[in-house]
């Protein structure tokens, strides 16, 4: 399925990184190669510029920085009114900025209401602040299944939703892309805003799941 | 397009694999193919809609029997050839005919171009049809070319949640014919709506959909 690698599991062994059921047949690997040879041949692309993007996306800008910013949301009303209004300048204040969050939209996750995102066309995602999309966002039972059972889909993550709730599902077929803010757990009152982010999981701010409670602290 | 792409509301997909530890990348190659996309699509030969077209367009047993990266790819190699930044011959030997004479971003340049992203916002001097609160009829829209226009929502009925203000007009810059600017809203669809008894009585999907895309509700 696309963007499932259990479907490549038919392996031919020349795992590139030592993964290898995660080895895609053995022309495609070739011709990814070959291409790149060929563009830097050209001097279409830099090959330091290639490391660098990737660089960038694996190991620098992640899922840290939304946390950064809902838990500053959690702690500052000010702030958080900023954010559900303008969310890419709220965002900006970070610097946080540029490709695929050139327009983001914040929901807020509220006893009443919960908000869930998906891209049923591609793969639309946050960039700035949550990094690139994991491999279950860009896959078909995601994207089928998010805006037709939403419930059912949370449930596979593990997250109840009561009946008297809204769930709120956003498809992000355009250029705005979409954060959720969750709500923020019982038994954090005493916490500052970098142990708050520490609650804070990706999947949380994609709206599957709900931040983590605090294993001590839990409220009476 | 009608393509396999359009996955919204279909059955049969199976479980959702949620491992919160599945690496971003599963194989060196996955990698290479992510950079090159983005290194290529620097030379803005072509823009984002052009590139969702090549990916989306794809006969669906090829789409749904590729993986996300191998779409890339093949997209990648495709718009190269297309332009011409390429030659079909160049692919077929690896030798460089020519070499382009104008430097490709360095990693400086590279990250300061992410920083600063391209926004598909245009200035606000188109009024809007619609405004929050209105209800709106989603266009029952069939055609081969791109469009953004999930199959689900087509000829129902939604209201307008939010006004997000002008945007470049997918349809249209796909196919090199202009950025159409127009007002893009959230449109709001109740659960049954959209899928009928199959969906609880408080659930709702909001879509993002452009003017041309809409009309008065009947």
């Known amino acids: 399925m696309a963007g499932h690698h259990h479907d490549h599991d038919h392996d031919h062994g020349q795992g590139e990184d030592g993964h290898a059921h995660a080895a895609p047949p053995s022309p495609l690997a070739q011709r990814v190669k070959a291409l790149e040879a060929l563009l830097v041949a050209k001097k279409l692309v830099d090959p330091a510029s290639l490391d660098a993007l990737i660089d960038t996306y694996e190991h620098k800008v992640g899922p840290r920085n939304g946390a950064r910013v809902v838990a500053r949301a959690w702690t500052d009303p000010a702030y958080k009114a900023r954010l559900l209004e303008d969310a890419t300048a709220a965002i900006a204040e970070f610097g946080f900025t540029g490709r695929q969050g050139e327009d983001m939209v914040v929901v807020e996750n509220t006893p009443r209401v919960h908000n869930l995102v998906v891209c049923t066309l591609c793969s639309c995602y946050p960039w700035p602040v949550l990094g690139l999309p994991p491999v279950w966002y860009k896959s078909a039972p995601y994207r089928s299944r998010a805006v037709l059972d939403p419930r059912g889909v949370l449930a596979e993550f593990g997250t109840e939703v009561a009946d008297d709730v809204e769930v709120r599902v956003w498809d992000s077929t355009a250029e705005l892309r979409y954060l959720v803010l969750p709500e923020r757990p019982p038994g954090t009152e005493a916490m500052g805003e970098e142990e708050l982010a520490d609650l804070v999981t990706r999947d949380s701010m994609i709206g599957v799941t709900r931040a983590r409670t605090p294993v001590r602290g839990e409220p009476a | ?218």
């Open chain 2, 1 to 218: 397009m009608n393509g396999a792409h359009d996955m919204g509301g279909m059955h049969g997909m199976g479980p959702i694999d949620t491992d919160p530890d599945d690496p971003l990348f599963h194989a060196e190659w996955e990698r290479r193919a992510f950079a090159v996309t983005l290194a290529l699509g620097f030379h803005g030969r072509w823009n984002i809609d052009t590139s969702r077209h090549a990916r989306e367009n794809r006969p669906p047993p090829e789409y749904l029997g590729s993986s996300y990266y191998e779409l890339w790819f093949k997209a990648a190699e495709k718009l190269a050839l297309d332009t011409g930044l390429i030659t079909a011959e160049e692919l077929a030997t690896g030798v460089p005919r020519t070499v382009s004479d104008t430097p490709p971003p360095d990693p400086e340049r590279v990250a300061a171009i992410l920083r600063k992203g391209s926004s598909a916002r245009l200035p606000d001097t188109v009024p809007p049809r619609f405004k929050a609160g209105e209800r709106v009829l989603v266009r029952d829209i069939t055609t081969p070319r791109h469009t953004r226009v999930p199959r689900y929502c087509r000829g129902r009925v939604g209201t307008i949640d939010r006004d997000h203000g002008v945007y470049i007009f997918p349809d249209t810059h796909a196919h090199g014919e202009g950025t159409k600017p127009q007002h893009c809203y959230s449109v709001r669809f109740t659960g049954r709506t959209l899928w009928g008894d199959a969906a609880r009585e408080n659930d709702a999907v909001l879509v993002d959909l452009w003017d041309d895309y809409l009309e008065p509700a009947p």
